[in-house]
């Protein structure tokens, strides 16, 4: 049986269900995030990103680059409503879905062409089903692995859906820029750059050694995803499981520099919990209850896998900027989920900096020898 996995992602999701929700904005450059000077773009529609704003932007930056756009501070609950609806739907077409994030998932689709035709006919249902019962468009990858099925869904967006077989993955990646290998950043790019090599295929064809020079212990695993080789499992939503803390106060947190204190010292028990538990994470969640006993979560994906304490803290900072803290705070809590075994992921988890992998490496001596609270990070 040949094995296919297919990705699915919404198009500008945020974006998309405020356009569908009110048609007057359809057409419109919307965007969707924190709406003070330090807030950041959560999403934004396709008119948008005409004029170069896209997600994790500033949202200072964004106003300047289209100030005529219609800035709204997003409904998380409208769109984790309109999530489910759409998981729903991928549960009626394979019994293992690996959610990603609110608006993105895995589905292994392997032997279910005889109960709902081709892989191909199968992305096109599941694109029917998604519009029929939200409105909104999906752009849908299928491919024989995660690696080249989460490429193809972003091939052809928006609303796109792009097969890619095991025959013809390593031409079409030869000519791609490293950079779509996901989770190569700037710094890893100009590390190969620095030995001539700007493209996946280039990849392929380097001297271990030479890529060993450029990205350390990620580099066979690089080659490998060059190659369109990855053989990492969908894990359904039960074994999607994560790792967190958090910490209820003796005193209510009213300031920003409290708040930055108490969540710091939280990243580092969530990344230290991590890496002795051999694991790495994708989904970052905060949550907050405040003193009229509210409580809210907010959600982001990174990149590339994480487990380092201040790759944690800087994907934190960012859902912190999303947050009103209208009072004070009785609880803060961070995790950490869609985890996979450190050694087994191909996606590349790079230390781009070789100090953060020795400064993590030395605070965990530390903790394994004298116990998680002998030592805390400073801001």
Same mark, same amino acid.
């Given at each position: 049986?040949?094995?296919?996995?297919?990705?699915?992602?919404?198009?500008?999701? $945020?974006?998309?269900?405020?356009?569908? !929700?009110?048609?007057?904005?359809? %057409? /419109?450059? &919307? *965007?969707?995030?924190?709406?003070?000077?330090?807030?950041?773009?959560?999403?934004?529609?396709?008119?948008?990103?005409?004029?170069?704003?896209?997600?994790?932007?500033?949202?200072?930056?964004?106003?300047?680059?289209?100030?005529?756009?219609?800035?709204?501070?997003?409904?998380?609950?409208?769109?984790?409503?309109?999530?489910?609806?759409?998981?729903?739907?991928?549960?009626?077409?394979?019994?293992?879905?690996?959610?990603?994030?609110?608006?993105?998932?895995?589905?292994?689709?392997?032997?279910?062409?005889?109960?709902?035709?081709?892989?191909?006919?199968?992305?096109?249902?599941?694109?029917?089903?998604?519009?029929?019962?939200?409105?909104?468009?999906?752009?849908?990858?299928?491919?024989?692995?995660? $690696?080249?099925?989460?490429?193809?869904? !972003?091939?052809?967006?928006?609303? %796109? /859906?792009? &097969? *890619?077989?095991?025959?013809?993955?390593?031409?079409?990646?030869?000519?791609?820029?490293?950079?779509?290998?996901?989770?190569?950043?700037?710094?890893?790019?100009?590390?190969?750059?620095?030995?001539?090599?700007?493209?996946?295929?280039?990849?392929?064809?380097?001297?271990?050694?030479?890529?060993?020079?450029?990205?350390?212990?990620?580099?066979?695993?690089?080659?490998?995803?060059?190659?369109?080789?990855?053989?990492?499992?969908?894990?359904?939503?039960?074994?999607?499981?994560?790792?967190?803390?958090?910490?209820?106060?003796?005193?209510?947190?009213?300031?920003?520099?409290?708040?930055?204190?108490?969540?710091?010292?939280?990243?580092?028990?969530?990344?230290?919990?991590?890496?002795?538990?051999?694991?790495?994470?994708?989904?970052?969640?905060?949550?907050?209850?405040?003193?009229?006993?509210?409580?809210?979560?907010?959600?982001?994906?990174?990149?590339?896998?994480?487990?380092?304490?201040?790759?944690?803290?800087?994907?934190?900072?960012?859902?912190?900027?999303?947050?009103?803290?209208?009072?004070?705070?009785?609880?803060?809590?961070?995790?950490?989920?869609?985890?996979?075994?450190?050694?087994?992921?191909?996606?590349?988890?790079?230390?781009?900096?070789?100090?953060?992998?020795?400064?993590?490496?030395?605070?965990?001596?530390?903790?394994?020898?004298?116990?998680?609270?002998?030592?805390?990070?400073?801001?």
């Amino acid at each position: 049986m040949r094995r296919w996995i297919m990705h699915v992602d919404m198009d500008a999701f $945020f974006a998309s269900v405020e356009q569908f !929700d009110n048609p007057e904005l359809r %057409g /419109l450059p &919307v *965007i969707v995030g924190g709406q003070s000077d330090r807030g950041v773009v959560s999403t934004c529609s396709y008119e948008a990103r005409v004029y170069g704003v896209h997600s994790a932007m500033p949202m200072v930056e964004a106003r300047r680059l289209c100030p005529q756009a219609v800035f709204l501070p997003g409904r998380m609950k409208r769109y984790q409503e309109v999530s489910r609806q759409i998981m729903a739907i991928f549960n009626d077409f394979s019994p293992l879905v690996e959610p990603l994030s609110v608006d993105e998932a895995f589905m292994d689709i392997s032997g279910m062409e005889r109960l709902s035709g081709s892989e191909q006919a199968i992305g096109i249902k599941v694109k029917a089903a998604i519009k029929a019962a939200t409105g909104l468009t999906a752009s849908v990858g299928i491919a024989p692995n995660k $690696f080249l099925a989460k490429l193809a869904s !972003d091939m052809q967006k928006p609303d %796109g /859906l792009v &097969v *890619i077989r095991a025959e013809d993955a390593e031409a079409l990646l030869r000519p791609l820029p490293v950079r779509r290998i996901f989770g190569i950043g700037r710094r890893a790019e100009q590390a190969l750059l620095q030995f001539g090599i700007a493209t996946i295929g280039q990849i392929a064809n380097a001297d271990i050694h030479v890529l060993q020079k450029a990205l350390g212990s990620s580099a066979a695993t690089v080659k490998q995803l060059a190659h369109g080789l990855d053989d990492r499992p969908v894990l359904n939503s039960s074994a999607a499981k994560s790792i967190g803390k958090e910490c209820t106060f003796t005193h209510d947190l009213y300031t920003e520099e409290e708040r930055r204190h108490a969540v710091l010292d939280l990243c580092g028990r969530v990344g230290w919990r991590l890496r002795r538990s051999g694991v790495v994470g994708y989904t970052v969640t905060l949550k907050v209850k405040f003193a009229s006993f509210k409580i809210i979560t907010r959600s982001i994906t990174a990149e590339g896998p994480i487990s380092y304490d201040e790759e944690i803290f800087t994907l934190v900072q960012k859902l912190m900027q999303a947050v009103k803290w209208t009072e004070g705070v009785r609880l803060l809590g961070v995790s950490v989920a869609h985890l996979e075994p450190a050694g087994a992921v191909p996606i590349l988890g790079f230390a781009e900096d070789e100090r953060l992998e020795k400064r993590n490496k030395a605070v965990d001596k530390i903790k394994s020898k004298f116990g998680e609270e002998i030592i805390k990070r400073g801001l």
